[in-house]
Structures are given as C-alpha cells and as structure tokens.
C-alpha cells in the first residue's frame, strides 16, 4: 500500500498542529486577561475622574454662592453634574458651608 508520508512526517505534523493548537489556546488566554485588566483600569480610572468632576463643581458652587451644598443632587440640579450612579457607588458629605465636602467613589 501506497503511503505519501512515512510514520515520522505524520507524527511530526500532529505535533505540530498541538504546537499551533496550544499557541493559540495561550494567546487566546492572554488577551482575555490583557482585556479584564484594561477594564478595571478604566473603571479605576473612571471612578478617579468622577470624584474630580463632583469636587470640582463643589468649589465652583462655593465660588460661586459662597458656601459648599449640602447635597450632590443640588450640584445635578443647579449646575448640570452628570453622575453615572449605575456604575458608581458615591459618597457624599458635607460637614459644614466652609469645608470641602467629602467625596468617595467606588465602582461597583
């Protein structure tokens, strides 16, 4: 009987279609963890650049009134915040007219 390939050629392309099988299986691996960590940066960093965004309307609020608000819906309603509170847990405290109020985000 007729064979094209001996019995090592045969092998040897079995390994090396596993080679190729298993490169692909740990590239697929590493871009789905370059991805998952791309994500959380960005949340990380979203939730960075929300917090400036709350605290910055805050003191344009007191320059602007003369004393800091008493609640963030009254930054949402009086000078056009834009909070993402499906994403974000926020946190917002003020302690008195005169102090910068506290602000914590965390994404959820």
């Known amino acids: 009987m007729y064979h094209p390939y001996t019995t090592e050629q045969i092998r040897e392309r079995q ?3 596993v080679r190729v099988a298993v490169a692909s299986v ?3 691996v590493l ?3 370059f991805f ?3 994500h959380l940066a960005m949340r990380e960093q979203g939730a960075v650049s929300m917090r400036a ?3 910055d309307t805050a003191k344009q609020c007191c320059a602007v009134e003369g004393a800091y608000p008493h609640s963030m819906d009254y930054l949402v309603d009086h000078y056009g915040l834009v909070v993402n509170d499906a994403d974000y847990q926020i946190a917002y ?3 008195a007219d ?3 109020p506290s602000v ?3 994404p959820r």
């Open 15 to 17: 390994r090396s279609r």
């Open 53 to 55: 965004a709350i605290l």
């Open 36 to 38: 998952f960590a791309a």
């Open 31 to 33: 871009a789905a963890l």
């Open 93 to 95: 405290e003020c302690y």
């Open 104 to 106: 914590v985000v965390t």
């Open 98 to 100: 005169n102090i910068l």
């Open 26 to 28: 740990v590239a697929f």
